[in-house]
């Protein structure tokens, strides 16, 4: 009933900057935290950047000064701003966003999108 779709990966050279987007849709009545993982292959998930619903924002230290977190919660939407970009970056980022919905089963639960591919090459 809800759904949750990431965009914006793609190939960019070491250096670069790209800007990942996160948008839920269905019967959403609040999302609380808002977080970007990313996994690459033969290596465990991770976390690299969180925004709770007031703001308050938190990043891996291997990110952090690169990357920005931020979100529009009137439109169920957040973003990664990633720049500086480096090899080590290179990983399948999934959105993931904690929802409370409009109807069903009350309580607060996690909703994941399909990932998007972050490639980081010259």
């Known amino acids: 009933q809800v759904q949750v779709v990431e965009s914006g990966g793609g190939l960019v050279q070491p250096g670069g900057s790209l800007t990942l987007s996160c948008v839920a849709s269905g019967s959403i009545y609040a999302i609380y935290g808002m977080d970007w993982y990313r996994q690459a292959p033969g290596k465990q998930r991770e976390l690299v950047a969180g925004?709770?619903?007031?703001?308050?924002?938190n990043y891996a230290d291997s990110v952090k000064g690169r990357f920005t977190i931020s979100r529009d919660s009137a439109r169920n939407t957040m973003y990664l701003q990633m720049n500086s970009l480096k090899a080590e970056d290179t990983a399948v980022y999934c959105c993931r966003m904690e929802v409370v919905a409009t109807g069903g089963t009350p309580g607060v639960f996690a909703s994941w999108g399909q990932g998007t591919q972050v490639t980081v090459s010259s």
């Open positions: 925004i709770t619903s007031g703001g308050r924002v």
